[in-house]
């Protein structure tokens, strides 16, 4: 999986996305790497925020999709942006999401 591709959906490229694509391929770098990750989203603007917040999205519904093909790598996927999207935007989309339709 190209998960660079993945995380920009055919846009830009911010710096912040290799950070993201090292986390994922080495989940052992991702403590290491969250704060960086952090810090360089201060310095966003709106526009980028909301690609970023769709980009962890995207990797979110993926591992969703894949679960089944390989469950260890889908919830490493999913684990890494979940914990970002909660760190950088204090909650998750799809549990709002889901919380709204109940």
């Not at 993945?6 to 704060?35: M, R």
């Not at 790598?73 to 999401?97: C, D, P, T």
């Amino acid at each position: 999986m190209d998960y660079l591709t993945l995380i920009t959906g055919g846009q830009d490229t911010l710096p912040l996305h290799k950070d993201i694509v090292s986390s994922l391929e080495n989940l052992e770098q991702f403590p290491l790497l969250l704060e960086n990750i952090y810090r360089e989203t201060l310095a966003l603007d709106e526009n980028a925020l909301d690609h970023l917040r769709f980009a962890l999205l995207r990797l979110q519904v993926f591992a969703d999709i894949h679960q089944y093909e390989n469950m260890e790598k889908a919830q490493k996927i999913k684990y890494v942006a979940q914990v970002l999207e909660k760190v950088i935007f204090g909650s998750l989309m799809l549990e709002q999401e889901a919380l709204n339709e109940g």
